[in-house]
């Protein structure tokens, strides 16, 4: 099995090559001996996995306390990775989706047990009725890429909608709510839902109701055609352990569930949103 490392780059030679001025000011935060036992432990994981390069993030009591780059973010070119480096999110773009469709329950906008199709009439019925509920929960039957050609497709889709074209007529694996299944495709008919409910796209959706409430000012979506600032180069193993580039993959058919590109310093903001209650309440929290 290939070991895929989105957006990513290694050379441990090259380990901390942030200017020491921005180390200080990254680590302002945190304990000098803390400090030093994280690096410690991010050279070693670097080391034993061969990562090509990786940025890290440190949130204690809600607040951002230390960000730093280490390794490459282009092998080929010998750029390094930083803080402000941007990474495929791959499926750290499905909390997000979740978070907006729970922002719609809990407007009133989005039930979470009517058939989905309520809210996202392009996915068709199904010989067994499919709620969001179920989609959150990888419950709904729905299926995931058939292999690595579907995983690495180059065509590029124009919206939400017509990505669910891959797989919207496949029939279900298996009745909603008997068994679980991982499903990439199943959040791209959430994001199809969260636009039917909220009447705007759902990348506009997220940009006004996730990403500016939690300062996430660098996340976006992943268009390969678009020139994004310290956009990390992808990467795979071989089963030899060669670094090899990535294939090119168009990621616009799953924008929802894996299709946004953005930084850890983001995706701090975004877990400090989730736990301060800026997304959304308590109680759809807890539901989640």
């Known amino acids: 099995m290939r070991y895929r490392i989105a957006r990513a780059a290694w050379l441990i030679v090259v380990l901390a090559l942030a200017s020491s001025?921005?180390?200080?000011?990254?680590?302002?935060?945190?304990p000098a001996d803390k400090l030093e036992k994280i690096e410690k432990a991010i050279t070693a994981q670097m080391s034993r996995l061969g990562i090509p390069g990786l940025s890290v993030a440190v949130v204690m009591d809600r607040?951002?306390?230390?960000?730093?780059g280490y390794g490459l973010a282009d092998v080929e070119n010998f750029v390094p990775s930083k803080a402000l480096t941007a990474y495929r999110l791959g499926s750290i773009s499905k909390p997000i989706t979740a978070a907006a469709v729970m922002q719609l329950v809990e407007r009133g906008k989005l039930?979470?047990?009517?058939?989905?199709?309520?809210?996202?009439?392009?996915?068709?019925?199904?010989?067994w009725p499919v709620t969001a509920r179920l989609l959150l929960g990888h419950l709904s039957g729905v299926r995931h890429y058939k292999g690595d050609a579907e995983f690495e497709s180059t065509r590029h889709y124009n919206s939400v909608v017509e990505g669910l074209d891959m797989f919207k007529n496949d029939p279900l694996l298996f009745e909603p709510g008997t068994a679980y299944s991982y499903t990439t495709h199943g959040f791209a008919v959430l994001g199809c839902a969260v636009e039917g409910a909220s009447g705007m796209s759902f990348p506009d959706y997220v940009r006004e109701n996730v990403f500016k409430p939690a300062a996430m000012d660098r996340i976006r979506v992943d268009n390969v055609a678009d020139i994004i600032p310290n956009r990390?180069?992808?990467?795979?193993?071989?089963?030899?352990?060669?670094?090899?580039?990535?294939?090119?993959?168009?990621?616009s058919y799953k924008i929802p569930g894996g299709g946004f590109i953005s930084t850890v310093e983001d995706l701090a903001r975004f877990a400090i949103a989730m736990q301060s209650g800026t997304l959304v309440n308590k109680e759809p929290l807890d539901q989640m």
């Open 21 to 30: 001025a921005a180390q200080a000011q990254q680590g302002a935060g945190l």
């Open 63 to 68: 607040k951002l306390r230390w960000s730093n």
């Open 111 to 127: 039930d979470l047990d009517a058939p989905i199709q309520k809210y996202c009439p392009a996915f068709p019925q199904k010989q």
């Open 232 to 251: 990390a180069q992808g990467y795979q193993k071989t089963q030899s352990g060669e670094l090899r580039n990535s294939g090119l993959a168009d990621t």
